[in-house]
């Protein structure tokens, strides 16, 4: 498997970490919608980034190759680790704002 369809899983992965964990809680009786989105979070956080980190390297290894590269995965695994660690950050900031709401009450 190539690096850039490695990041490519793990970018799908981390976009896809945090609405699993909100449809376990929605299926699942003893799990919380605020105790699934503690652990979706930061699995999402962690996905994202190592999402990013071999994204990067694939494009650095592309950019070292003597072999023709195809350009069309590097751009997916790139898209799909933004949008992955974009969905974390959010989710992250929503957990933020929560805490900060509970307390201040």
Known sequence: MTASKFALILGILAALAVP????????????????ALYVGTPVAVALGLLALVASRRARLAATRSVRPVRAGWL?????????????????????G?????????
């Open 97 to 105: 704002v929560y805490g900060v709401l509970v307390w201040a009450q």
């Open 75 to 95: 751009r997916a695994a790139r898209i799909a680790a933004w949008t992955g660690f974009y969905i974390a950050s959010v989710a992250a900031l929503a957990l």
């Open 20 to 35: 699993a964990s909100l449809a376990a809680a929605q299926y699942l009786s003893g799990v919380t919608l605020l105790d």
